[in-house]
């Protein structure tokens, strides 16, 4: 039986790894879970899953779970110190980082520190901090699986290739709902257009960070810690039907690929009981009726996120989560419809302008960094 610690248990990954235990009740068992706000939710999990810990994101929603749950015994907690402890239970032994944002980063840290393995689906973590998480992992010898749906199709297109060069790695990317578009066609683009993504069923912020592909250029950023590799060693490939999620590329020209329907279910599932395979009810690739498989290079003019993530990747230091900070409360302020779809972008560019650069930022100055990014854009917008 594996314990599993859920951080994020109402979003879109943490609801998707819910139904993985769900549907595997003799081998896994949820001993914590985590969220933000949507009480209600929690709630109904709580008593499904019965999890010794429960944690919610403030004091507010405290006093609301407490009420809920007064028939229960279950520990509740809020706030960051929470999520450490849910985190650092004694009694789990993996646990699913799915909050969305920098926030994932503390309790990554301690879980590591912890001897947890890490099934990872808070890309900022490694975005902001990857000089510092992946290290740490090596020394505490734990594993960190990838729940990304591209970067578990690279680490299972690695598996069994140890010691071998990989000449490349290819990120495929669908393109979102605006592939093909030019700049002055995405001028009035509304929140609902942006939440119309072609393929995959995702949260809202990470749906609209598809459409800018701001979303690749994290994955791009993250993929470089993951798998140890030069940041101009990830190649973007659009591949709009979204059946091949990555490839590798070794050194001799061979190519190996992940394939499959888009479901989020299969790389949870994958990190979850790795390296061993389990059945998994899901829609399978009907090889006779795909007509087709096409792929193009992204458009870096229009999409200028993506162009942004490789020179900020380059660069180092604070700058990623100066990008990934920018991004986080421009998305927010364009879903609650404060400015338009193309000010995202630029906002992210006059943060990179404005913000002090730091070279080897520990965990404090990368806080540090994502408060001063809130405040200039505050100051602005």
């Known amino acids: 039986m594996k314990n599993i610690s859920v951080l994020g248990s109402t979003g879109s990954i943490g609801t998707q790894t819910l139904d993985v235990v769900r549907n595997n009740r003799q081998d896994l068992n949820i001993t914590a879970?985590?969220?933000?706000?949507?009480?209600?939710?929690?709630?109904?999990?709580?008593?499904?899953?019965k999890p010794k810990l429960v944690c919610v994101k403030d004091e507010s929603c405290l006093s609301q779970i407490k009420t809920a749950l007064a028939d229960m015994d279950v520990k509740i907690r809020c706030g960051m110190d929470g999520l450490i402890e849910a985190a650092t239970m004694p009694e789990a032994d993996i646990v699913v980082t799915a909050v969305v944002g920098m926030m994932g980063?503390?309790?990554?840290v301690e879980a590591i520190k912890s001897k947890k393995d890490i099934a990872l689906a808070n890309k900022e973590t490694l975005v902001t901090a990857g000089h510092i998480i992946m290290p740490l992992a090596k020394e505490y010898g734990i594993k960190i699986l990838p729940v990304d749906s591209e970067h578990s199709a690279i680490f299972q297109s690695l598996n069994g290739e140890k010691g071998n060069k990989i000449s490349k790695i290819l990120l495929t990317a669908s393109g979102g709902p605006f592939r093909g578009r030019k700049a002055d066609e995405?001028?009035?683009i509304r929140v609902e257009d942006a939440l119309k993504h072609p393929?995959?069923?995702?949260?809202?912020?990470?749906?609209?960070?598809?459409s800018t592909m701001v979303n690749k250029g994290l994955e791009v950023m993250e993929a470089r810690w993951l798998f140890d590799v030069p940041l101009d060693k990830v190649q973007v490939v659009v591949h709009p039907q979204s059946v091949i999620h990555s490839m590798v590329e070794y050194e001799d020209g061979g190519v190996m690929a992940q394939l499959g329907s888009?479901?989020?279910?299969?790389?949870?599932?994958y990190a979850l009981f790795y390296p061993e395979r389990k059945y998994l009810n899901s829609k399978r690739l009907d090889f006779y009726a795909l007509k087709e498989l096409t792929f193009e290079a992204p458009d870096m003019d229009t999409f200028r996120g993506l162009a942004l993530a490789y020179e900020v990747g380059r660069k180092g230091g604070n700058a990623p989560t100066v990008y990934n900070a920018a991004n986080e409360i421009a998305v927010s302020k364009f879903l609650d419809r404060k400015i338009g779809y193309l000010d995202i972008i630029d906002i992210i560019e006059h943060s990179l302008k404005n913000i002090a650069f730091k070279e080897n930022p520990d965990i404090e100055t990368i806080l540090e960094t994502e408060?001063?990014?809130?405040?200039?854009?505050?100051s602005r917008w």
């Open 33 to 49: 879970l985590c969220a933000g706000t949507n009480v209600s939710l929690l709630e109904e999990q709580v008593r499904e899953f």
């Open 105 to 108: 980063i503390l309790p990554t």
């Open 186 to 188: 995405l001028k009035n």
């Open 199 to 210: 393929n995959w069923a995702m949260g809202r912020k990470i749906t609209i960070d598809s």
């Open 262 to 269: 888009p479901d989020m279910r299969l790389p949870i599932q």
């Open 371 to 378: 408060k001063n990014v809130y405040e200039l854009v505050e």
